[in-house]
C-alpha cells in the first residue's frame, strides 16, 4: 500500500511538471542579445503591460516568437515579451548595429529637441538638456538615434552632442574669420549663416490681417540669399521651411561651419501702430558689421532708419561667430507692412545688405 502511494505521488510531480513547463522548448527558439541600456521585461506584447523586470546589454534572451514588435521569451520561468527592436541576433556576424546601439552620446545644449525621424522637418517628440546622455543605435545624416528613457526612440542631432567632430573646431580665431580679400568685389571665400527668425509652433509677431512674422522672415531669407551667392558667398539657412528650432540649435548650427558672419533675419511689432522703421542689433564684436548693414538699408529702402543698438540676444550673446540680427520694419504699422510684403522691398533688402557684407569685409 505505501509503494502503491509512493506511485501515485510520483506520476502526478511527472503530470504536474508537464503542465507548468513552457510548451516550446529552448532549442526551438533562437538567441538574441539586448542592445539597448535598460530594456523592460513585461508580462504581455504591450507597452501598458505590467513590468516583470528589465534586461541590460550584453544580457541574453531566447526567442520563440514575435507578435507586432514583440518577442516572447522567459524571464525567471514564465512567459514574458520584450520589444523585439532593441534585440540583435547573436549568430548575425555581419550585424554592426550591436556595438554602436552600446555608444553613448552626451547632450551638451539646453533645451535640444528629440525628432521623430533624423532632419528638423520631423515633428518633436520630447526634449533633452545639457548632460543628458543616451544609448546610440545609428547615425544618419548628422542625426543620431538614440533610445530614450521609457524604452522608445527618437533622434537628436549630432552636433549638439560630444560625439561630433565639426569642420573646423568652434574655437575660431579671428583670422579664421577673415575671408580673403578679393580684388573684385566678389565674396568668394565668405561662409554667412543666414538665420530667418521663428518658425513652426512659434509664428513670432502676428501683424494686420493675420500677417505672420516667420512666414516674412522665411521668404525674405531666401532672396537675401539668392543675392549674396550671385555675389560668390556660401550661404547656409537655419531652417529652409516653416519648422520651429530653438535658439541654441540656431547657434550650434552656425558653429558647425567656418562662418564669417551669422545675419538673423526679423519683422517687428509694437502695441502702438504708429511705431515704425528698420533698426540692426549687435552684441560684443558685432557693431561694425551691423552699421554696415544698416547704413546700406537706410540708402537702399524709404522705411524710418532707427540706427544701431546693441541687443543682449541669445543668437548673439551666446554665438562664437560675428553676429548680427536685423528689424526689417514694424508689421503692426500699416505703412511698414504695405511696403515690406512688396517684392520690390525684399529685393531692396537683401541688395542692401549683400552691400553691407561686402563693404565690412571687402573694403
Excluded at 528629440?114 to 548632460?131: A, E, F, L
Aim: charged share 15%.
Amino acid at each position: 500500500m505505501k509503494n502503491l502511494r509512493l506511485l501515485l505521488i510520483g506520476i502526478s510531480v511527472l503530470l504536474l511538471s508537464f503542465i507548468i513547463a513552457p510548451t516550446v522548448d529552448a532549442h526551438s527558439g533562437k538567441t538574441y542579445e539586448v542592445g539597448t541600456s535598460s530594456l523592460n521585461v513585461r508580462n504581455a506584447p504591450s507597452n501598458d503591460a505590467k513590468i516583470m523586470g528589465q534586461l541590460i546589454p550584453g544580457d541574453q534572451v531566447v526567442v520563440f516568437k514575435e507578435l507586432y514588435g514583440w518577442a516572447q521569451t522567459y524571464y525567471g520561468g514564465t512567459e514574458a515579451w520584450v520589444a523585439s527592436q532593441y534585440l540583435y541576433p547573436l549568430e548575425d556576424a555581419e550585424q554592426p548595429t550591436t556595438t554602436s546601439a552600446k555608444e553613448k552620446v552626451t547632450v551638451n545644449a539646453d533645451g535640444v529637441h528629440v525628432r521623430s525621424g533624423p532632419s528638423t522637418d520631423y515633428s518633436i517628440i520630447g526634449y533633452t538638456t545639457t548632460g543628458d546622455t543616451y544609448t546610440k543605435i545609428e547615425t544618419s545624416n548628422d542625426w543620431h538615434k538614440v533610445i530614450l528613457q521609457d524604452g522608445s526612440t527618437g533622434w537628436i542631432a549630432a552636433w549638439l552632442t560630444d560625439t561630433y567632430t565639426p569642420v573646423a573646431s568652434t574655437e575660431k580665431t579671428q583670422a579664421q574669420h577673415e575671408p580673403e580679400q578679393n580684388a573684385n568685389g566678389s565674396l568668394d571665400g565668405l561662409n554667412i549663416v543666414l538665420d530667418p527668425g521663428h518658425g513652426g509652433k512659434d509664428p513670432g509677431a502676428i501683424g494686420f490681417n493675420g500677417v505672420l512674422e516667420k512666414d516674412l522672415t522665411l521668404s525674405t531669407t531666401k532672396i537675401v540669399a539668392s543675392y549674396l551667392r550671385d555675389a560668390g558667398a556660401t550661404v547656409k539657412v537655419t531652417r529652409l521651411s516653416d519648422q520651429y528650432l530653438s535658439l541654441e540649435e540656431r547657434v550650434q548650427f552656425s558653429s558647425l561651419f567656418q562662418t564669417n558672419a551669422f545675419i538673423s533675419l526679423h519683422y517687428n511689432a509694437y502695441p502702438i501702430m504708429t511705431v515704425n522703421g528698420i533698426g540692426t542689433y549687435y552684441y560684443a564684436n558685432g557693431q561694425g558689421l551691423a552699421s554696415s548693414i544698416q547704413n546700406a538699408i537706410g540708402q537702399q529702402v524709404a522705411l524710418n532708419d532707427r540706427g544701431i543698438h546693441y541687443g543682449n540676444y541669445h543668437v548673439l550673446r551666446e554665438n562664437r561667430d560675428l553676429a548680427v540680427l536685423v528689424e526689417l520694419g514694424f508689421i503692426t504699422n500699416p505703412n511698414d507692412l504695405f511696403t515690406i510684403q512688396t517684392s520690390e522691398y525684399q529685393n531692396n533688402v537683401a541688395q542692401a545688405i549683400t552691400t553691407g557684407v561686402k563693404n565690412y569685409f571687402l573694403n
